[in-house]
């Protein structure tokens, strides 16, 4: 057959992305598969299964990252890899991740029913805990993969019950043997919806980052004065919880302060003892900063950590603060990014050049092969809820990119 006909089969993709979904799903329509609980264990057995399936090589690493491998003709080439998460938000969507592992599954589910051989091996991946909720941070199995994270560092992560990964890993049985360690790869394609408004907003059904945006993590630690809230006067008091209110308005003005492209975000908090009548005496809270320029970013900690700081100074709380995890600005391959623009248009989607303000395992795989990411539009552009939502066309349709995709890679650079 002509290759250039082939598709995917769309409703396939579609159940296999609803039963994948059953898995940790949640009233409100949305999944929680929080990375390396019971439901993220499901998951990754049905997905082991389908693998299985497919005749492919299952490899799984000491870092949980699952790996099935479907040969090539010329087994000493560098395969193509494509993958995501399988793992997701508290109360996050059915589409964050998994459509990424469904989809590579659905391009070699295609090539085995047609028959098709490819140069290249191909490589399809799961890797753990993409969402960094349940342990910070996020990424770190593609980054201890890459060499950017340490593995044993990442093992002793703890969850805020104070599991830790390594322990849980093993307790779901999911700590391979395999080193996670980078081979080489020859082209790494990531599928994902888009996580938010734009491709919606311009009515085109693809979208080719030129790369993801740098991600800046801090963990913030304050003290204060715990006291009956009843008897003690206002002034005088030393409360964390007002100290770390002042300090969140801080960071939601730091994108307008700094004037250009970046946006900033606190989006945990812990709050102790946490009673309506004792003045808070601890609080923890995330810090998240992100943009397309890494010294902006820098800078504008800076700036924030100076302002932290005053605050608590001020108020008489002592505060800690972790630089958590920093990953830099990570711009794609651009032979790899006019390929996924090139294939849209072969089969006749309109498509959109944009940049990925969500982070992705793809930010670590670029430091280790030419890496292209397809985007589908979300619905509303919302992502991380339970209402996270795309089309079934636009489902097979980016799948359908990802497919040509991976046949050009994984035909290049043959034998004569
Ligand atoms: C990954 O889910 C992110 O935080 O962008
Ligand atoms: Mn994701
Ligand atoms: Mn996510």
Redesign the pocket.
């Known amino acids: 057959m002509d290759l250039k006909n082939l598709r995917i089969d769309g409703k396939r993709l579609r159940s296999t992305l609803e039963e994948m979904a059953r898995i940790g799903a949640t009233p409100g329509g949305g999944v929680q598969r929080l990375t390396l609980t019971d439901e993220d264990k499901q998951a990754r057995d049905l997905f082991v299964r389908w693998l299985k399936e497919l005749d492919l090589k299952v490899t799984i690493d000491e870092m949980g990252n699952i790996f099935g491998r479907r040969p090539g003709r010329s087994s000493d080439l560098a395969p193509v890899m494509s993958g995501?998460?399988i793992d997701s938000q508290p109360k996050g969507g059915r589409f964050?991740?998994i459509l990424?592992v469904m989809g590579a599954l659905e391009v070699l589910r295609t090539l085995h029913d047609h028959g098709i051989e490819t140069e290249r091996p191909i490589d399809i991946v799961d890797w753990t805990n993409?969402?960094g909720s349940r342990f910070a941070p996020a990424m770190v199995s593609s980054g201890v993969w890459a060499g950017a994270l340490e593995r044993d560092w990442a093992y002793d992560r703890t969850d805020i019950e104070g599991k830790r990964f390594e322990d849980e890993l093993i307790r779901i049985g999911y700590k391979g043997d395999a080193p996670a360690k980078k081979w080489p790869v020859h082209a790494y394609y990531e599928y994902?919806?888009e996580?938010g408004p734009i491709l919606e907003r311009e009515g085109k059904t693809i979208g080719a980052p030129k790369g993801i945006v740098c991600l800046h993590w801090y963990d913030v630690y304050l003290e204060g004065e715990a006291n009956q809230v009843g008897p003690t006067p206002m002034e005088g008091r030393h409360d964390a919880l007002c100290a770390t209110a002042e300090m969140i308005l801080k960071v939601e003005e730091l994108p307008a302060r700094m004037g250009g492209n970046m946006v900033a975000t606190v989006g945990e908090i812990q709050n102790y003892p946490n009673s309506r009548n004792i003045i808070p005496d601890k609080v923890h809270f995330t810090v998240d900063i992100r943009s397309w320029d890494d010294e902006l970013a820098l800078d504008a900690w800076d700036k924030l950590r100076g302002d932290l700081e005053t605050i608590a100074r001020r108020r008489g709380c002592p505060i800690r603060i972790e630089e958590t995890w920093r990953v830099q600005h990570s711009p794609f391959d651009e032979k790899l990014v006019q390929r996924v623009l090139d294939n849209a248009e072969a089969l006749g989607y309109p498509s959109l050049h944009m940049v990925s303000g969500?982070?992705?395992d793809a930010s670590y795989m670029n430091q280790v092969a030419p890496t292209a990411m397809i985007f589908v539009p979300s619905i509303g552009g919302r992502s991380h809820v339970e209402v996270e939502k795309t089309s079934w066309e636009d489902c097979e349709a980016g799948a359908n990119v990802l497919l040509h995709c991976i046949l050009q890679s994984a035909n290049e650079g043959g034998r004569p």
Request: no cysteine; net charge negative.
């Open positions: 995501s998460h964050d991740g990424g993409e969402e994902h919806i996580q969500a982070g992705h």
